[in-house]
């Protein structure tokens, strides 16, 4: 059966628990989108986006295989865990590369745990910059921060990019060039990285 794309995502999510490789790969890619957004925000802070997408794609990869329908969740909130809990490891991983071994981080697992999620989450990443940012959950918040160091164009750029979209649907949204896009998005993240910079001095 090659059709994958008028199967509901139960019944893709079933097949693909089968064994049924290829319908595993198109289960992922309609959760391509997700994975993007959980990752962009760090790219544009200073993460490697394409890194950061393999590691949540990794993450993706691993719901599918592992999510329990009778589980008190749907599949996005589940696969949203996933992903970001592979993302923040991987960033982890590299910050500990940089940095001294960080032995007062509190562990992932009680960070994404129901109990006590919201009070932890800021304490558990204040103390890696590169990691900051994950306090600001939705792309609302980080737009809301941001923007008042951002043109009208560079905001609406920053928020079509958070939502997932494409360079070349971005460009379609905007009327412009998808060389237009690209080249605000580097000056986005030129912004967002001397404006967060700016912010770790003057809290220092």
Not at 47 to 52: I, P, V, Y
Not at 83 to 94: D, G, H, L
Request: charged residues 30%; glycine residues 6%.
């Amino acid at each position: 059966m090659g059709n994958y794309d008028i199967l509901s995502d139960n019944e893709l999510l079933r097949m693909a628990k089968g064994g049924d490789r290829s319908a595993e790969e198109q289960f992922a890619l309609r959760y391509t989108r997700l994975v993007k957004v959980c990752a962009r925000p760090f790219f544009l802070v200073g993460g490697d986006g394409e890194d950061l997408i393999q590691e949540g794609m990794l993450g993706l990869l691993s719901a599918i295989r592992e999510y329990d329908p009778s589980m008190n969740a749907s599949f996005k909130t589940y696969a949203e865990i996933c992903v970001k809990r592979r993302i923040y490891s991987a960033i982890r991983t590299a910050s500990r590369k940089k940095h001294e071994p960080l032995n007062e981080m509190v562990s992932l697992d009680e960070v994404l745990s129901d109990e006590g999620a919201a009070a932890s989450k800021s304490d558990a990443f204040r103390r890696i910059p590169e990691e900051q940012v994950i306090a600001q959950e939705s792309a609302d918040e980080i737009i809301q921060t941001y923007s008042r160091c951002l043109s009208k164009f560079e905001a609406k750029i920053l928020e079509l990019y958070l939502s997932g979209l494409s360079y070349s649907e971005i460009a379609c949204e905007c009327g412009k060039p998808e060389k237009s896009v690209d080249n605000a998005v580097q000056r986005i993240r030129r912004k967002l990285a001397q404006n967060h910079n700016l912010g770790e001095i003057s809290n220092g």
